[in-house]
C-alpha cells in the first residue's frame, strides 16, 4: 500500500511540474511526409521541328520543405527520331539539368524518371521545360529536312510531376491559419471547409458567403469546387482546418468553451483554436452586422494576411474594405522575362484571365519589350503578335535594335475577345546559309523582358446568357446587389450548392465592397426589386420559383413535381423528375436585373444542375440561357431568348463621343453662321443702295 502511494504521489508531482507546451495549429497530419502530384500536360502532345519546347508550371507552397521533386515522362519516339540526330533537354527555371536521347523501341511507350536538384526549385512558381533538338553531332550541322517540320517525339498526358515534402510547423495566428486554409496541398486534398450554425440566419449565411469569397479568390486551383459550406452537425473530423462562422448565441456549446468568455460588446471576433487538435478560425458576434462585417474582413485576403495574433477584434471603426477595384489594368506577362532560343519558329503563350462577363474595350494595346541575337538573317527574321491565335502585327528583326527592341499593338476591336484569352509571341529566327548552320556556333535566341505588359481596358457585356456569366451578378469586380432566395427546407445539398455557386463567383470578386442579401421563400416583391436573384430549391419549397413558374423556360407541372416537354425539349414525365435545371431570365421583379433560377425536383437534382457553374473548367460546357443535366453526366444547353440586333447607335451620339468630329462640326458651324450674316448685310446693303437710287 505505501509503495503504490508512494508511485502515485511521483506520478501526480511529474505533472504538475511538467511545463504545459503551447499548442501549435500543425497537427501530426500536417507535420508527416506528404506527396502531392499534377500533370506535366492536360491532353496528349507532340515535339516537332529543328528545335521546339514544351513548358510546365507549377507551384512551391512557401510553407513546404521539399524532400524530393521527381518528374516522370512518358513519350514516345517516332520513325523520324534518329538515336544520333535527336536529343531531348530538360530544364527547370532556366537551368538545364538532364539531357538523354529518345529511345524508339519498337515505337512503344517509354517512362523517364529523373530527380529535379533540389537547389534549382524556387518557392512559389517554377517552370519546367521539355525542349527537343535534331541534332547532326558528326558535323555538327543542322539541316532542314522535309521530316524535320513533323512531328517526331509524342509526349503523353500521364507525363507527371510529384512532390515529396513536409509542412513546416505553423506559429499559432490567424495569418498562418490563412495560409494552411488556402494552401494546395490542404485544397488538392479537401481538408477545408466553412461551417455555419444549424439555424443560420440570413446575416450569418451572408457573413459566410464573403468568407467563402475570399477564400475562393485566393483558392491556387482555380480548376476545382475546393471549399465546402456546411452546417456545424456535419461530420467534419477529416478536415484539417475549418472557419466557424455563428452568431454567439447559435455557437456549439465546443466552440464556446474553447473562447472562453469574450467580450463581445458591440464587437465581432474572429479567433483561432484548436478543437480536437483541429484548427479552427471561429468568427461570431451578438451582432449581426459586426458579425457580416467580420465576414468581409476575412474576405479581404490582404488584411489576413497581415494578422500574426491569433486573435482579432472587429468593431464599427474597423476598416475592412479592399481597394478600389481598376478593371482597366496593365497586365505583365512574364514576372521574370521569357528566354527563345533556337533556330527558325519559337513561340512563347500567355494566358490572360478575364471574366466571361467582359469584353476587351477600345485603346487596349500590347507592349512588347525584347532582345535578340545578332547572328541572325535579318532579311528574313521577325516577330509576330497572337490573340487567340490570330496575328495582330508583326515587326522585322534588325542590328541596330538587337539589344533593345519593342512593338506597340492595338488590339483590334473587330476580334470580340470576351472572357479568358491568350496572347502568343512569335519569333522567327532565320539563320544566314543555304538550309545547314554550324551547331558549334551560338544558337540563335530572342528574349521577351518583364517590361512587357497589355493595357487592358475592358467594358461588361451585358446580355443575360451563361456566355456572360458572371453577369448580372458581378459588375466591375464586386457581387451587384445579389439576393439569394434559399428554399424552406434545408438540407446538406443545400449548402453544397451555396458552395458551388459562390466558389465560381467569388473567383471573380476583386473586392468586398458588393451585397449579397439572403432571403426566404416568402420573401415579399419589394425586397426583391433592384436585385439579381438566385433562386436555389423546387417548385415545392421555394415560392419565389413556384410564382415565376409561367416565366421559366422550363416550367414545372401543374402538380409541381416534374418538369414538362417545351418547344426545345420532350420530357418524360418521370425523367422530368430526375433532371436538374439552370434558367437565366429577366427579374420579374425589376427590369434590367436577372433571376437564376437553379432547380429541381429534389435537392440532389438543383445540386447537380449548381455544379455546371462550380467552377472555371465546368462553366464551359453550357451556354444560352439554360441548362439541363441529370446524374448520368448528360448536360444540355438551350437559348430561349431571341438574339439581339445589332446596336442601334444614334448619329448623334456618335458624333458627340467622337471629339475630332465634334470640333470639326463646331468649326463648320462657326464658319457657316458667319458666311450667313456676310450674305445678310451684304442683301441689307444693296437693297438700302436702290432705295435711295
Known sequence: MNKRFIWISIICLALLITPIVPVSIANAETSSPRTYDLSFIDSNTSLSGISTAKNQYFNIDPNWNVNEVVFHLDYQATPLTDD????????????????????????????????????????????????????????????????????????????????????????????????????????????????????????????????????????????????????????????????????????????????????????????????????????????????????????????????????????????????MVNMNQNIVLTENGEELRGPWRQER??????????????????????????????????????????????????????????????????????????????????????????????????????????????????????????YPFMRDGNYSQVAVVMPAERDQYTYLTLTNLFNLLGQFAEGNTGNVNFFEDNVGSDALQGRSIIAIGSYQNNKVIQANNDKLFFQYAPNGTEFQSNEKMSIDPSYGKRIGTLQLIESPYSPGNGLLAVTGAGSEYYYLASKLIASSSSIWQIYGDAAVTDKDGTIQSFRFKKQAGEEQVSPIKDILQNKNTLVFLVTFSLILILVLVSLILILRKYRMKRRNK
Open 84 to 323: 544520333n540526330r535527336s536529343s531531348v533537354t530538360l530544364s527547370i527555371n532556366g537551368t538545364d539539368f538532364h539531357a538523354f536521347r529518345p529511345i524508339k523501341a519498337d515505337l512503344t511507350k517509354q517512362r523517364l524518371t529523373i530527380i529535379i536538384p533540389n537547389e534549382l526549385i524556387i518557392k512559389g512558381t517554377n517552370t519546367l521545360s521539355v525542349r527537343g533538338n535534331i541534332q547532326l553531332p558528326n558535323d555538327n550541322l543542322i539541316c532542314i529536312t522535309d521530316n524535320t517540320r513533323e512531328n517526331w517525339l509524342q509526349l503523353y498526358n500521364t507525363s507527371g510531376i510529384t512532390i515529396h515534402y513536409t509542412n513546416a510547423p505553423l506559429e499559432p495566428s490567424i495569418r498562418e491559419f490563412n495560409r494552411l486554409f488556402t494552401s494546395i496541398d490542404t485544397i488538392a486534398d479537401h481538408k477545408n471547409a466553412i461551417a455555419v450554425s444549424e439555424q443560420s440566419s440570413s446575416q450569418e449565411l451572408e457573413a459566410a458567403i464573403y468568407a467563402l469569397s475570399g477564400f475562393a479568390k485566393a483558392n491556387p486551383l482555380k480548376s476545382r469546387t475546393t471549399i465546402p459550406l456546411f452546417t456545424s452537425n456535419k461530420d467534419m473530423s477529416d478536415k484539417q482546418a475549418v472557419v466557424m462562422i455563428a452568431l454567439y448565441d447559435h455557437l456549439p456549446a465546443t466552440y464556446k468553451g474553447l473562447l472562453g468568455t469574450p467580450d463581445l460588446n458591440n464587437k465581432a471576433l474572429i479567433q483561432l483554436v484548436n478543437a480536437n487538435t483541429q484548427p479552427t478560425l471561429v468568427i461570431t458576434s451578438n451582432d449581426p452586422n459586426l458579425l457580416v462585417k467580420a465576414g468581409r474582413f476575412v474576405a479581404n485576403q490582404e488584411l489576413m494576411g497581415q494578422i500574426d495574433s491569433d486573435k482579432k477584434i472587429i468593431d464599427d471603426n474597423t476598416d475592412v474594405t479592399t481597394r
Open 349 to 470: 503563350s500567355f494566358f490572360i484571365a478575364l471574366p466571361a462577363s467582359r469584353t476587351i474595350a477600345d485603346s487596349s494595346k500590347i507592349k512588347l519589350d525584347f532582345r535578340y541575337a545578332k547572328n541572325l538573317d535579318f532579311d528574313r527574321s521577325m516577330v509576330t503578335i497572337y490573340v487567340n491565335n490570330t496575328p495582330i502585327g508583326s515587326k522585322k528583326l534588325t542590328p541596330e535594335f538587337a539589344d533593345g527592341d519593342s512593338l506597340t499593338l492595338p488590339i483590334p476591336k473587330n476580334l470580340n475577345v470576351a472572357g479568358n484569352f491568350s496572347v502568343s509571341v512569335a519569333f522567327d529566327l532565320e539563320m544566314t546559309g543555304t538550309g545547314c548552320i554550324d551547331y558549334q556556333n551560338e544558337m540563335p535566341w530572342a528574349f521577351i523582358t518583364k517590361d512587357s505588359l497589355i493595357q487592358l481596358n475592358t467594358k461588361d457585356q451585358t446580355n443575360l446568357l451563361f456566355n456572360n456569366y458572371p
